[in-house]
């Protein structure tokens, strides 16, 4: 179905048919979008040990919704010829399905969707991102902004080098720092440096590599300089491996620099998730190299900021 006609299923200036909020939703990959937004607020309450004030929960939801759903949709707009090129004799969805792909990825690329409506799209979340940001902390506006011009330097760095992956992993771990400051602008900087490491290596070894390596086809149809096509196959899943092993550390080693009322569950807890949801899959991978158990280890490790805000929780409230 194009735009024009889901157009035609309603007046002009009328309201959006569902057909067309799905589209926007998947341009903005919203499914595992949702599952970042626990990244904020799980940096947030390891900080503080403790809830933030009601009203700091409810405009910091709403802004982290914001922002990741405008950076997501910027990616697929400012990479959008590119994706062009990628979905050439492909299917509509690979064999191995990743949790980002559960809406129709790319639609803008697809031609489902006007270039014209994305840029809308993101132009309206990224004005409630920078408003809720200025409110919290400006500089966690400033920090929505340095992310957005990141994630643009990843996409057009794709043909240049592989090391675009280092502005892709601080993009990540921006949205722990901006939880952080938005409760406690004073962070000790212990804490925010061993936060900033620890959703560093997430990115690269659990989200990244495994992309790459499931979308090995269509990274080389476009000549895509990423980590697998550079270093080959062995490399990546060592270097991925390495990097979720520093992730799963740094999940246990930020309780020794959280807020008082994280508790002794955590880092046992912390432990247990982080060979669950990140080592394990990595080890699969490496014995058993292929886009299965890339896409396994991707979905696992989109689990991991969920997983640990929810620890946070428990381990500051549970009664031992």
Same mark, same amino acid.
């Not at 700091?56 to 707009?77: H, I, P, R, S, W």
């Not at 920078?130 to 043909?159: D, H, I, M, Q």
């Not at 990546?236 to 799963?248: D, E, L, P, Q």
């Not at 158990?293 to 979905?299: G, H, Q, R, T, Y």
């Given at each position: 179905m194009?735009?024009?006609?889901?157009?035609?299923?309603?007046?002009p200036g009328?309201?959006?048919?569902?057909? %067309?909020?799905k589209?926007l939703l998947?341009?903005s990959?919203?499914?595992?979008?949702?599952?970042?937004?626990? @990244?904020?607020? =799980? /940096?947030a309450?390891?900080?503080l040990?403790?809830?933030?004030?009601?009203? @700091?929960?409810?405009?910091?939801?709403?802004?982290?919704?914001?922002?990741?759903?405008a950076?997501?949709?910027?990616?697929?707009?400012?990479?959008? $010829?590119?994706?062009?090129?990628r979905?050439?004799?492909?299917?509509?969805?690979?064999?191995? #399905?990743?949790?980002?792909?559960?809406m129709?990825?790319?639609?803008v690329? $697809?031609?489902? #969707?006007?270039?014209?409506?994305?840029?809308?799209?993101?132009?309206?979340?990224?004005?409630?991102?920078?408003?809720?940001?200025?409110?919290?902390?400006?500089?966690?506006?400033?920090?929505?902004?340095?992310?957005?011009?990141?994630?643009?330097?990843?996409?057009?760095? #794709?043909?240049?080098?592989?090391?675009?992956?280092?502005?892709?992993?601080?993009?990540?771990?921006?949205?722990?720092?901006?939880?952080?400051?938005?409760?406690?602008?004073?962070?000790? =900087?212990?804490?925010? /440096?061993?936060?900033?490491?620890?959703?560093? +290596?997430?990115?690269v070894?659990?989200q990244?590599?495994?992309?790459?390596?499931?979308?090995?086809?269509?990274?080389?149809?476009?000549?895509?300089?990423?980590?697998?096509?550079?270093?080959?196959?062995?490399?990546?899943?060592?270097?991925?491996?390495?990097?979720?092993?520093?992730?799963?550390?740094?999940?246990?080693?930020?309780?020794?620099?959280?807020?008082?009322?994280?508790?002794?569950?955590?880092?046992?807890? +912390?432990?247990?998730?982080?060979? %669950?949801?990140?080592?394990?899959?990595?080890?699969?991978?490496?014995?058993?190299?292929?886009?299965? %158990?890339?896409? /396994?280890?991707?979905?696992?490790?989109?689990? =991991?900021?969920?997983?640990?805000?929810?620890?946070?929780?428990?381990?500051?409230? #549970?009664?031992?």
């Amino acid at each position: 179905m194009t735009e024009q006609t889901v157009g035609e299923a309603v007046e002009p200036g009328g309201p959006i048919p569902l057909i %067309k909020w799905k589209l926007l939703l998947g341009l903005s990959r919203t499914p595992h979008g949702l599952l970042d937004l626990a @990244t904020p607020a =799980m /940096a947030a309450m390891l900080c503080l040990g403790q809830f933030p004030p009601v009203s @700091t929960v409810v405009v910091g939801l709403v802004t982290a919704f914001a922002g990741y759903t405008a950076v997501y949709a910027l990616n697929d707009l400012v990479d959008f $010829r590119v994706d062009q090129e990628r979905l050439v004799g492909t299917e509509a969805l690979g064999t191995s #399905l990743r949790v980002d792909e559960v809406m129709v990825r790319h639609p803008v690329a $697809r031609g489902l #969707l006007t270039f014209r409506s994305g840029l809308a799209w993101f132009s309206a979340w990224a004005l409630v991102a920078l408003a809720g940001a200025w409110w919290l902390n400006p500089l966690c506006a400033v920090l929505f902004v340095g992310s957005a011009t990141l994630e643009v330097v990843y996409c057009k760095l #794709l043909r240049i080098t592989h090391l675009k992956i280092i502005p892709s992993a601080i993009v990540k771990a921006t949205g722990g720092l901006a939880g952080v400051y938005a409760v406690a602008p004073s962070a000790p =900087m212990g804490f925010v /440096a061993v936060l900033f490491l620890w959703l560093a +290596a997430w990115e690269v070894g659990g989200q990244n590599i495994p992309n790459d390596i499931v979308d090995m086809e269509a990274d080389e149809r476009v000549a895509a300089r990423t980590t697998l096509t550079v270093k080959g196959v062995q490399e990546s899943i060592f270097r991925s491996v390495a990097a979720v092993s520093m992730a799963a550390f740094g999940g246990v080693a930020i309780y020794w620099l959280a807020g008082p009322g994280t508790r002794w569950i955590y880092p046992l807890g +912390a432990a247990a998730l982080g060979w %669950k949801l990140l080592v394990e899959p990595a080890r699969n991978l490496y014995y058993d190299p292929g886009s299965a %158990k890339a896409a /396994a280890l991707f979905n696992r490790a989109s689990y =991991m900021p969920v997983s640990f805000l929810v620890l946070a929780v428990l381990s500051m409230y #549970l009664p031992f």
